[in-house]
């Protein structure tokens, strides 16, 4: 070990391990912090100095503890009795500077060890994979149509050219389920490919989630059978499927498949023909 590495390494060494211990403290400190309940602007200062310390621990260490100077010398056959060998053991030993390596790995590891520590309560609030639940809703065969009350909706009590917000029997204010129910001539309706037979005497239903962003249509322009998205203005055809004709939105509302049960109820047939939500879901 050279001399100049003994002159400058011990007070590196401290500035190294105080760089370690202000990551150790402050990386603990944002997982009490992000525990309590969160405070996103100490969670920041926090996150600074623990990453900040880190950082500044690593480029010490490697600028000013680790020696840069290269040694070299010709290579000959030396050896060395057992008596050397033991005495450069001794001295290897005695040199303090080897002696704090371990402290430099030691402070380094916890440094370390709590950011990772901090980091998994962020983790941990991501939840449980969603799996395909994104792609189902509540809706299913034989489910009836409720208005925002939770009343079952009678087919006979839909009026031409009305609309009504319906949600699935048992989860009233359902996201994810909310539909618009339409009543149209039967005669109009040019129903998808595959959904012949989903609108019943006129009963058409779609999804109220936009395509585009999820704002909610709930607006029904009944001269042109176009339903309206306030948001950014996407209309939808709604006698050939909800297809978008106007507006950003790019993918059609997802038709819900329905039939009159013996009681003069509409029911669902189904789930959606399609995730609800917008077009970017389709890329997750
Ligand atoms: S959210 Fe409907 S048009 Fe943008």
Same mark, same amino acid.
Do not use: N
């Given at each position: ?45 926090? !996150?600074?100095? =623990?990453? #900040?310390? &880190? *950082? ?6 490697? +600028?000013?503890?680790? %020696? $840069? ?38 402070? !380094?590891?916890? =440094?370390? #060890?709590? &950011? *990772? ?6 983790? +941990?609030?991501?939840? %449980? $994979? ?46 994810? *389920? ?6 149209? +001539? ?99």
């Amino acid at each position: 070990m050279s001399d100049d590495g003994g002159r400058t390494g011990r007070p590196a060494e401290r500035v190294v391990v105080a760089a370690f211990a202000v990551c150790v403290v402050a990386a603990l400190a944002l997982a009490v912090v992000y525990r309590r309940g969160g405070h996103p602007q100490l969670e920041g200062v926090l !996150l600074t100095l =623990a990453l #900040g310390g &880190l *950082g500044f621990g690593l480029v010490t260490w490697a +600028r000013r503890v680790l %020696p $840069h100077q290269e040694e070299f010398e010709d290579r000959e056959v030396l050896p060395t009795s057992h008596e050397e060998r033991r005495q450069f053991q001794d001295t290897l030993e005695a040199e303090e500077v080897i002696g704090r390596r371990p402290l430099l790995v030691r402070t !380094l590891a916890a =440094a370390v #060890g709590a &950011l *990772g520590l901090a980091a998994l309560f962020p983790i +941990r609030s991501l939840g %449980p $994979h969603p799996a395909d639940t994104l792609e189902r809703t509540s809706w299913g065969r034989g489910r009836r149509l409720v208005d925002g009350e939770g009343q079952p909706v009678r087919a006979a009590d839909t009026a031409l050219d009305g609309l009504v917000t319906v949600f699935p029997e048992g989860d009233v204010g359902s996201p994810d *389920g909310q539909a618009v129910l339409i009543r149209v +001539r039967p005669g109009l309706i040019e129903p998808v490919a595959g959904g012949e037979g989903w609108a019943s005497e006129g009963l058409i239903a779609f999804s109220k989630v936009c395509t585009h962003a999820g704002c909610p249509v709930g607006l029904y322009q009944a001269d042109i059978h176009q339903l309206l998205c306030p948001c950014h203005q996407s209309a939808f055809d709604v006698l050939e499927g909800a297809r978008p004709v106007f507006g950003p939105a790019a993918r059609p509302l997802p038709q819900l498949p329905l039939r009159i049960d013996d009681e003069g109820f509409v029911v669902a047939e189904g789930d959606f023909s399609e995730p609800v939500g917008p077009a970017w879901w389709d890329r997750r």
